[in-house]
């Protein structure tokens, strides 16, 4: 599950999950099982302006023991060549970060293809708070 597509396009699914992850996490998390603690609307912004933002989030997310996330990342409609900047972008830089477990597009509710469900990995200081993952 960790080879990252060379593209992804307007309407392509995301799904990813770190090696140790159980299918079922990944499961509940695709069908929204998980309570969203953050979210965060990058849709429209540069790709630096966009990193620079989704790490202060993800950064803050940690420190406050978030759990589960909504990145609202566009389905790039107005990129050049149709293909998403952001979306690919983004399916890139949190797969190499270190506090990211999982993550897939969001249900169509939550923006489809154009959103992200993002699993966090518990901070040390919350780790006794929630033990079941």
Known sequence: MD???????????????VPGVQKNVLKKLRKGHYDLDAEIDLHGLSSR?????????LHRCVEKGCRCLLIIHGKGYNSPDQL??????????????????????????????????VLLRLSDKFADKDDDL
């Open 3 to 17: 080879d990252v597509p060379s593209r992804l396009f307007q309407e392509d699914q995301m799904l990813f999950a």
């Open 49 to 57: 302006s966009a990193q620079s933002q989704l790490l202060n989030f």
């Open 84 to 117: 998403p900047v952001l979306k690919n972008d983004i399916n890139i830089w949190l797969r190499q970060h270190r506090d990211v477990l999982a993550f897939c597009s969001a249900p169509r509710s939550h923006g489809g293809a154009g959103a992200l469900l």
